[in-house]
Every structure is written in C-alpha cells, then in structure tokens.
C-alpha cells in the first residue's frame, strides 16, 4: 500500500493486489492465511556515472575569496623566427616585444535535489528508506555533474589568443575500401562525411591525435583519452590492435570506465556520448554549423581531450543536507546540495569523432 506523504515523498511502484497467491482457482480462501515475502535486496535501475568529471582540472580558489567566477588568464608563446631562432648579432640590441594575452572565466551555480519521506513510512517500511534515498541522491548528483562535464566538452571555447568561443575540432569516421587487394586488411578507407560517417577505426584515432599532437596539446600523463559509446567500441573491439584493459601489463592501473587503449589512446565507455544532431558541435549542426551540414542522426559523437580541455570551479563540495524538522516532525527531507561550474579552459584541447556504431561493415 502506498503511505500518506507530502509531494515527491511516497515511495511508488506496481500494485500487487492483483498477485496470484497459489494459482488454484480457489486461493481467494487462502489469501489471508498467505503473506507477501518482501526481499532484503534492493534493487537500483542502472544508470551512468562520472565518467568525465575525472579528467576535469579543479580549481577552488572560490572557497578563499568572494565570489561567484574564477578568472583565467592565459599568454600567448612569443614567436620565434623560423629560420634563425633567437639568434643575436653582436652589437645589435635586443629588441623587447609586448606580451599578450587572453582571459576565459568559469562561473559557479547552485545545484542539489531532494526527497522527502513521511514518519509512517520510516516506522512501517522494512527497508532503511532513508539510506536508500541517499544513494539515489548521491547517484542523481553523480549523473548531473557527469553530464555538465559533458556539455561542457562538447560547447564553444575560446581559443588561445582571444576572440569569438569556436566549436570543437570535428574528424569522421572511415568507410570501408571499395576494393580489396593484397594489403585489405591494412587499407584505411575512405573519410567519411557528415551525412555519411564511416566506423570507429584505428585509423579514425589516428585522425583525432593527428589534429591533437598538431596543436601541441600535451598528453594527460602519458595519453590522450577518448570517451565513446558503447555502440562506438563495439567497431575497436573488431581490431586486433585494440588493447583490451584486462591485457594490460600493469593489471589495475587504469581510469574509472577504462575499457582499453589503441596506440597513445586511452578509452572510456559511456553512454552520456550524444547520438544524433548536436546544436553544440559546429559543423554538425542544420542551423549553426560553420560547414553548413547536418550530422547523420544514426552517428555517436565520441570526444578525445588532451591536459586542460576543461576544468571544474568548486565554491562549495557536494554536501549531504536534511530538511530540519517539518511538520513536528512528520516529515523527513533529504538532499544534495553544491556550488560549482564548468568551462572550456583549453579550446584546442578537444576533438569530436562523429562516427556510426555497431560492427565494421
């Protein structure tokens, strides 16, 4: 039965008056004598969790001095001559050049959820409702940091210098050769376009660390690392260059979500990739896109980062809060709450890998 409870406060699920209790046509007569079991399991729907956050560059400098942004200020690298370096001439002075820079904030908000539940539903219930509704809220704070991480990777970002916010770098997917010789099985393919992607490859990596390595993005660590969905790592794990984590030298040494790596690659399953048209990806995108092209709707938007792709402006960690006494009592409130934020720090460090999911055809 479901107990009395203030709005969002009941615990809700499918009735079991219409339960067979022993599948006799006369069982109505037992139904009394006959008890529901309920069990001490408790089942939670699955669910994604902190996949991006992880890889974020923390900054809380908000927790010392007032204020709701934190401000980046970022210098350019003084360019050097090409063909001599910084060669001098003797008797010749040096002569000083300006420095330049360019500014990006991230600015930090409220978030939280919360839950409540009645005194009969405490007293009555078998289960420890309460320490059920915080993992549900923790887990609801989890996808929600996850997913404006996300957001995150995917929007506009200034570039080094200055100037407009830009999308990230795009690269597609490889088709299949048209024909086949003697060397198939090490021919890259074709590049596919927006409107007809090719499949996650070796060579699709290739692409995405080629636009990375050419910026001089550095590495995290050692690697860059590449979030894909698992419809996406279906068509790696057809390669037998791909590394599967359990064939690592160092068992246990990986990142939460870590599925394997492919050359200087490290990937992270989830399905907080988007599929489809992305208004946040120029290029792939009907109305804003600067290719003026509309993403195949069937194609996954996997993103590689390299070190400061984005970072993550903490005011206040997550806290676990209870509503206080409501209602003398009758009344138990529970949540999340936090002030953080989210921001592009280095646009070139990101490239979107639109590519079909599912097996190489």
Not at 227 to 239: A, E, G, N, T, Y
Not at 295 to 316: E, P, R, V, W
Request: proline share 4%.
């Amino acid at each position: 039965m479901a107990f009395p409870a203030p709005t969002g406060g009941a615990v809700t699920g499918a009735g079991l008056q219409s339960v067979t209790t022993t599948g006799y046509s006369s069982d109505s007569t037992l139904s009394p004598a006959i008890q529901q079991i309920w069990s001490k399991e408790i089942l939670f729907q699955a669910m994604p969790v902190l996949r991006f956050e992880q890889f974020a560059v923390k900054k809380t400098e908000l927790g010392v001095m007032p204020g709701l942004t934190i401000n980046f200020m970022r210098y350019n690298n003084l360019s050097v001559n090409q063909s001599a370096g910084a060669e001098l001439t003797e008797g010749v002075r040096m002569e000083p050049v300006a420095l330049s820079a360019s500014q990006i904030q991230i600015t930090v908000k409220e978030h939280g959820q919360a839950v409540a539940v009645t005194e009969l539903l405490l007293n009555a219930s078998f289960d420890d409702v309460m320490a059920s509704a915080s993992r549900l809220l923790g887990r609801h704070m989890a996808q929600s940091m996850d997913i404006q991480a996300r957001n995150t990777l995917y929007a506009s970002g200034v570039p080094f210098g200055g100037g407009s916010a830009v999308a990230p770098n795009v690269v597609f997917g490889r088709t299949a050769a048209t024909t086949r010789g003697a060397i198939s099985p090490y021919d890259a393919g074709t590049i596919g376009t927006a409107a007809s992607p090719g499949y996650l490859s070796p060579a699709s990596i290739k692409d995405a660390v080629e636009v990375l390595a050419g910026q001089n993005i550095p590495r995290l660590g050692d690697t860059y690392v590449c979030f894909v969905h698992p419809s996406q790592s279906r068509s790696l794990r057809d390669w037998p260059e791909f590394i599967e984590v359990t064939k690592y030298a160092a068992p246990g040494n990986f990142m939460l979500g870590e599925i394997g790596r492919l050359y200087d690659v490290v990937f992270v399953e989830t399905t907080q990739v988007t599929k489809g048209i992305d208004t946040g990806i120029a290029g792939l995108d009907s109305d804003a896109g600067t290719a003026g092209v509309q993403a195949n709707a069937d194609a996954y938007n996997a993103i590689m980062i390299g070190d400061n792709a984005f970072g993550h402006a903490i005011s206040l960690p997550v806290e676990l809060r209870d509503g206080g006494v409501i209602d003398f009592g009758r009344e138990h409130g529970l949540a999340w709450y936090a002030i953080w934020g989210f921001g592009v720090i280095t646009h070139e460090s990101r490239v979107v890998l639109n590519t079909l999911g599912g097996a190489i055809s």
